[in-house]
């Protein structure tokens, strides 16, 4: 099946600080790229879907300033939590959908661990 | 929007037993519906999907079957093995690059 690359995979930062999460789709075009976030033992929550070329489409409750996603290309789209805190701890986790003929299945990266200390 | 609800959130069975975990959803636009499989800190993987015009599909020791009229869909995993546990997560969207609507996840234990 087709692959999304998430890096980093951890990341441990200070408060106050800021870090970027890269996901590439690595044979295939996404267009469209959904960020998610995952508490322990919980759900996945989209907080965004990325979109190649324009603004990013944010869900009710997540603060566009605090989590910039930037979709530059068919191939890579990044997620940067601004001004860390550690309440922003929590595994972040992309997906893109490969659309065929045939096919229609998300794929996800390898998630994020966020560590804010 | 689309709400996905999913029972039940934990699940214990032993070795051999059969598993059923069973997901509904709300808007009838919905024509897809996968359901992954997600370890402790890996991500999650497709296991098994079903499209609207399908009934039920089965692929070895798991199914998947679909009633459009109860907007419920449900995943039956038999003779279940220790590494059947993990997190099982339904979802539901339309098909082409709308986003998927998870349901909250189940927890699949399985005891030797």
């Known amino acids: 099946g087709a692959v999304v690359s998430q890096h980093p995979s951890r990341v441990i930062c200070k408060s106050g600080t800021s870090v970027k999460i890269e996901c590439r789709s690595l044979?295939?075009?996404?267009?469209?790229m959904f960020w998610y976030r995952q508490f322990p033992k919980k759900s996945l929550m989209l907080m965004a879907t990325?979109?190649?070329?324009?603004?990013?489409?944010?869900e009710q409750g997540v603060e566009k300033d605090k989590f910039l996603i930037n979709h530059a290309s068919l191939t890579l789209s990044t997620l940067t939590v601004t001004s860390a805190h550690p309440e922003d701890s929590s595994f972040y986790i992309c997906s893109a959908r490969e659309v065929t003929a045939m096919n229609t299945e998300a794929f996800f990266g390898q998630g994020t661990r966020l560590t804010v200390v | 929007g689309e709400n996905v609800e999913q029972h039940p959130s934990t699940l214990s069975v032993q070795e051999g037993d059969s598993a059923v975990i069973k997901c509904t959803y709300s808007d009838s636009a919905s024509n897809y519906f996968p359901w992954y499989k997600q370890e402790l800190g890996k991500r999650p993987q497709l296991i098994i999907d079903?499209?609207?015009?399908?009934g039920e599909k089965k692929d070895q020791r798991i199914a998947v079957t679909l009633n459009k009229t109860a907007k419920h869909f449900s995943l039956h995993i038999t003779e279940t093995q220790p590494e059947d546990s993990a997190v099982y997560f339904c979802a539901a969207s339309t098909r082409g690059y709308s986003t998927l609507t998870f349901g909250k996840g189940t927890m699949l234990l399985v005891s030797p």
């Open positions: 044979d295939f075009q996404a267009t469209t």
């Open positions: 990325s979109n190649e070329g324009s603004k990013a489409t944010y």
């Open positions: 079903i499209r609207s015009n399908v």
